[in-house]
T-cell receptor
């Protein structure tokens, strides 16, 4: 099956710093990628849809200036959590839409801990 | 958008017992997908159902889409400890390929 990677897998940072998470589709081109956030024992919540070459579409309640998304190529999308605070600590998961658009392939996730 | 509900959120079974869980909606769904997330892992796509009354099997897992396309079920025959994890149903909205996930059901299996 298709492979999606995320880097880093785990990050600990101080409050106020910015953290960049990369999401790559390794064996297919993904014009559309998605970013989710998952708190412990909860479901995945879609944060934004990342489209190659255009601005991301954010879900209601997600601050676009805080969660910067860049999809500069067909295989890479990045999520930058700016001025991170402890409440931003979560499991961030990206996914890439399959070439036929019928499903999504998920990355392994990034665990962010903000101290 | 289309919404799906999964209740309960947790279920515990004895190894070897069968397990069934449901995904329900108040509206007709265009499709339903099922994902499995192991503890500490990420969601992995299991199956997609599109047709009314559709039934698909994967080894000990049986997935069914209701006749009215308002619910779906996942049945696991003779559970094993490897079945442990959270099972999510999700709806693909088609136009934007966005997925809306249910809350999931976390299955634990007593050996």
């Amino acid at each position: 099956g298709a492979v999606v990677s995320q880097h880093p897998s785990r990050v600990i940072c101080k409050s106020g710093t910015s953290v960049k998470i990369e999401c790559r589709s390794l064996d297919f081109q993904a014009t559309t990628m998605f970013w989710y956030r998952q708190f412990p024992k909860q479901s995945l919540m879609l944060m934004a849809t990342s489209n190659e070459g255009s601005k991301a579409t954010y879900e209601q309640g997600v601050e676009k200036d805080k969660f910067l998304i860049n999809h500069a190529s067909l295989t890479l999308s990045t999520l930058t959590v700016t001025s991170a605070h402890p409440e931003d600590s979560s499991f961030y998961i990206c996914s890439a839409r399959s070439p036929k658009g019928e499903t999504q392939y998920f990355g392994p996730g990034t665990r962010l801990l903000v101290l | 958008g289309q919404q799906v509900m999964q209740i309960p959120q947790y279920q515990h079974v004895q190894e070897g017992e069968d397990f069934t869980t449901y995904c329900n909606s108040s509206t007709t769904l265009s499709n339903i997908q099922w994902y499995k997330q192991r503890p500490g892992g990420h969601p992995v796509f299991l199956i997609q159902l599109v047709k009314s009354g559709e039934v698909k099997k994967q080894k000990r897992l049986t997935f069914q889409f209701g006749e009215a396309k308002k619910n779906s079920s996942l049945h696991i025959t003779a559970t094993q400890t490897t079945d442990v994890g959270t099972y999510f149903c999700a709806v693909n909205d088609g136009a934007n390929s966005k997925l809306t996930f249910g809350k999931g059901i976390t299955l634990s299996v007593r050996p």
